[in-house]
């Protein structure tokens, strides 16, 4: 879910909560803790996709690091082609 659509989801419904239904001695309390809890479902947001940008790195780390190889090999072999050539 993008990041404007999740603050939609959890503000709108917990400002109405808290500014139609508590009392004002409870509402300021009640929105700290509401502001830490979104805190928490951000950072595990967050935390999710950092996962899956490492695991995408790691990937593309691996194919390049193959690409690499058989860059290596057709190298060596064109070398080898080149110097038969030659002889």
Do not use: H
Not at 55 to 78: G, H, P, W, Y
């Amino acid at each position: 879910i993008p990041l404007m659509k999740r603050n939609y989801l959890f503000w709108i419904p917990v400002q109405f909560a808290v500014f139609g239904f508590i009392e004002e001695d409870l509402q300021i309390p009640l929105l700290c803790v509401s502001g830490v809890i979104w805190t928490i479902i951000m950072s595990l947001a967050v935390g999710s996709t950092k996962k899956y940008t490492q695991e995408k790195e790691f990937i593309e780390r691996d194919m390049l690091k193959n690409m690499d190889d058989t860059a290596l090999v057709d190298f060596s072999q064109r070398e080898k082609n080149i110097r038969k050539s030659q002889s």
